[in-house]
């Protein structure tokens, strides 16, 4: 007896400190374990920056880190502080560069992870960094990692790194293409330091700097890429769609896409032929994004139109047994405090894309949140020089994106360029994918290939395979409709035979009474 | 006691005249709606920009929204250079322009008040109930006379038509163009003026206007085209025949200038609309007979869309995907086989536009402004008696539109056989001028479905009901004055 009471006790005591433990350790990770400050100078429109600093975004999204983006104009003197694990300085434009003394204060005085993107190194940082630095102007440097080697564009100037400090790594290496050959580190890190000389949205480089950031910030994982289809809607070729989702089950890749939905006409014929196409695509191992919407103004400010649409595009397309895995969208909705909470809060994984060229947002906030997995989709294409083998990890969730083609032609070579990737792409279903969807409404789970809705597993229904047979009219036959048709026929022969009969009557008596006058 | 009212009703019709009545009270029951605040009007549905930026006037920043719900009184006036041009050519720039002129004369430099255009609106509308009133009782000063006067107060001065005033629409410039336009037929038909030259001119002017007024309006130009044919048979006018063709032909002229200036956006919007406010609707299912036309049937899922969506769309209807797919199939050619191919839906689609004609008083806007303790997007309801009888019993049926402009037609046809055998001009003006005035009848709902689809299509009629209204007003006219088949009466007063 003695000694249950003993153990209980020793027990319930070990609980409480482990729960205490776990206790402070998740608000720790509330607070400052995951929170990046983004400050740039500007967004330069020229050279369009603003598409950098969006990749920069969803890179970091991914790396599961709660990023706040100000620009150096908007920054408050004590912004910067104990609650943030890091700050990312980024330069687009040296002609302008830092001028917000305040913020220049406030980071020299931090002691959390420091990365500076771009010129403009200030001499506090390069002591912080502890390196030497050089300028160098009208340069095509090569950027080397591994066996990839990378062209990069001709740059004006650019900021390179003669010195290193001991202790310090290197990320990728930047070459000259003159005979001398002389080679400067890419991504530099010196213990919570870090310093890139330029973030580019494509290519190696990108894959360079993500790696770079990851291993400073400590978020390095290794992700097999998933390939997904963009830009499917319910205006694409549908038969095109088909045939593609077949050709990538023939072949054993699985495979996501990100398609749109209408919040409306969902009784047409147009939309249940869409449907099925998305079901077939679910019994071949495919899993669907549900994209957002294109925002065309920004009057929505209580977002209750967002809402009330997703809530529709969910309950339209699971009554159809299409269940979304997660929701899609282009970068900035993830920078906007209602675009975000009305769409891609109802998933726990995102799928952020590139910004188009419109951007509209409805309530800024730039403060993006985490989601359980954010895959950073960036297209196939652009990792065309870049060597690729069934080993290829990344180290941040990636999707591979393919645009959705339209004819045949453009099928055939789409698939030929799915066939060329040499890739071991990330398979849901084996991988253990298991997400979720939540809405007031409805409760979307996904689980190693299971689909359950409200908690009961579905069974897709195996649609016609046969499109052709899909795409019939398919017109109800009701049993009256000849009956009807025959009637209307018979009623107006009959209405003719009088009309006739009228005429003949009026002629005959047109006749008697002319007659009578005629004498 | 009867003589007593005898001598008064006399007097008064010694110093009031019955056009002199009908303007007064039109000034009175308008003016109180227009400029005793809280003032009336309508609310911005979006479309205000296309008039009000190229006039160098612009919204003020408000923290609330200013669409739809209520009517906004304040509007800047762009103090610097003006980067947007003119992005629509309209002469309602004109009516615009004399606001703007007022208001910087007596009200402020900076500040745009919306009463300034009322303001303008108003007197050149007044303008027109006058002539108008004149122009169907001159010379008499009857009993019924003064009925007329009443009943043109009663139909014209409808709150339905005069609350477009307090508003940067163009269809009061429309409105009350076409008070001159028929004023100036009738008139010249009537021998009303001892001079033709003014009248003429005057149709000319207000025709002119009229058409370039707004881009769906060049059509119109063969409409009003046909009133003009009319004035060529006018009576010692030889050497002003030519002078007259010379209008028409500028008329013409016009209907294709305005015509060309319409951009390739606003082509794009409509071929859009067309498909998807027209094509699509008032049909079970379209998805198979879009695609039966060639074109794929999923674009049946985007019936209802707007061109310039509203808040989020599912795909921008601009976009060069939608282009290549869609709108670079459904041309001017396809919209009219498609239709050919499914007259039933064409008719239904009519119907709706025949139940759109009377819908004068746009639902989709408020009349009030903020703060004067009525609801978001609420309407007037003061002196819309005629409006509101029209909108419960005329028939909203195309057939119906037809068969009444059939009827105009066959009745005013007699008066013009008979002029024509008597070499008298009077039936002849008549004629074409409800011939033209049928025309519109029929033809805009015809050009508005297959143009527009059902998008905004109560104001793209706008001209119906003015049309229906005016030909009723003649016919009651002739009717009082028992010169609908007798022109002869008439002539007395040359």
Known sequence: ?519 | MKKFIYNCLNKFSKFVSPALLATVLAAIISGILLFVPPIHGLADNGDFYRSILSNGIYRLPTSYSQYSDFVITKFGIMQYFNENNVSVLSSQTIFIQIALLLNKLFYSRTIFDIRFMGLVYYLFYLGGIYLLTNAFVRPYRKVKSYVMGLLIVFIFADSAYTLYFNSFFAEPGMFILMLYLCASIISLARNIYSRRWPMTFLFFISTILLITNKQQNAPLALSFGVVAIGIMFLPHFRARRMATALGIVLVLMSGVGIYKSIGSEIVGANTFQTFSHGTLLETSDPTKKIERGGVDGQFALMRNENYYSKNYATLDPGSKYVKKHLMDKTGFAWIVRYYAGNLKQFNNLLDVAAKDVTAVQPRAVGNFVRNSGHKPGEQVKYFTVYSSLMGAFFPGKYAFDCLLAIGFIAVYSVGFYLDIKAKRYMGILRFFLIFGLMTVVVFVPIVSIVGDGDADLAKHLFLVPVSLNMSLLMFISDLINHTLWNTEGDEVSE
Not at chain 1, 296 to 316: H, P, R, W
Not at chain 1, 418 to 433: A, C, Q, R, S, T
Request: aromatic content about 10%; hydrophobic content about 40%; overall charge positive.
């Open chain 1, 1 to 519: 007896m003695n000694k249950g009471i003993k153990f209980s006790l020793v027990m319930s005591l070990m609980l409480i400190l482990f729960s205490l433990f776990n206790f402070s350790r998740t608000i720790n990770a509330a607070t400052n374990h995951n929170r990046v400050l983004l400050v740039y100078d500007s967004q330069n429109d020229v050279k369009n920056d603003k598409k950098n600093i969006d990749a920069l975004q969803r890179s970091l999204t991914s790396m599961d880190l709660r990023v706040k983006t100000v620009s150096q104009a908007d920054y408050k003197k004590g912004t910067l502080d104990k609650k943030y694990l890091g700050v990312i300085t980024m330069i687009n434009w040296r002609q302008v560069g830092l001028i917000n003394r305040e913020f220049i204060n406030d980071r020299d005085k931090f002691s959390g992870i420091k990365l500076h993107i771009g010129e403009n190194l200030t001499q506090t940082e390069i002591n912080q960094l502890g390196i030497k630095v050089q300028k160098v102007y009208q340069q095509q440097f090569i950027l080397k990692k591994d066996s990839n080697r990378e062209q990069l564009p001709f740059s004006q100037s650019i900021t390179v790194i003669t010195q290193q400090a001991n202790g310090a790594s290197q990320v990728g290496t930047l070459s000259t293409q003159q005979t001398d050959q002389r080679s400067y580190p890419f991504g530099y890190i010196n213990g919570k330091q870090g310093y890139l000389p330029f973030f580019t949205n494509k290519g190696l480089s990108l894959i360079v700097q993500t790696q770079m950031i990851a291993q400073l910030f400590d978020r390095v994982g290794k992700f097999q890429p998933l390939l997904t289809i963009t830009n499917v809607t319910l205006y694409t070729n549908l038969r095109t769609l088909d045939e593609l989702s077949k050709f990538c089950y023939k072949m054993g890749i699985p495979f996501a896409i990100s398609t749109t939905s209408v919040s409306k006409n969902t009784e047409m014929k147009a939309f249940d032929r869409f449907t099925a196409v998305l079901r077939n695509i679910e019994n071949r191992g495919g899993i669907i994004f549900l994209q957002t919407p294109e925002v065309s103004s920004g009057v929505d400010t209580a977002g209750q139109l967002l809402n009330q649409k997703f809530l529709t595009y969910i309950v339209s397309l699971a009554r159809q047994q299409v269940f979304p895995v997660g929701i899609s969208s282009a970068g900035f909705w993830n920078q906007d405090k209602v675009l975000r909470n009305n769409s891609l809060k109802y998933a726990d994984h995102w799928l952020l894309m590139q910004d188009g060229t419109k951007v509209t947002y409805v309530n800024q906030d730039n403060d993006a949140q985490i989601a359980k997995q954010s895959f950073f989709a960036m297209p196939a294409a652009s990792l065309n020089d870049v060597k690729k083998s069934d080993s290829t990890t990344f180290t941040i969730p990636t999707a591979l994106t393919i645009n959705m083609p339209y004819s045949q032609k453009e099928l055939e070579h789409v698939e030929s360029e799915i066939k060329n990737l040499p890739l071991n792409w990330y398979n849901p279903v084996e991988d253990g994918f298991s997400s979720e969807i939540n809405t007031e409404t409805t409760s979307l789970k996904y689980n190693h290939g299971d689909y359950l809705v409200n908690g009961k597993l579905e069974d897709i229904q195996n649609t016609n395979l046969d499109l052709n047979k899909q795409f019939s009219d398919g017109k109800p036959n009701s049993l009256f409709k000849d009956y009807f048709k025959v009637q209307g026929n018979i009623l107006a022969v009959f209405f003719v035979i009088i009309m006739i009969i009228l005429l003949i009557f009026i002629f005959i008596g047109q006749k008697v009474y002319w007659n009578r006058f005629k004498r």
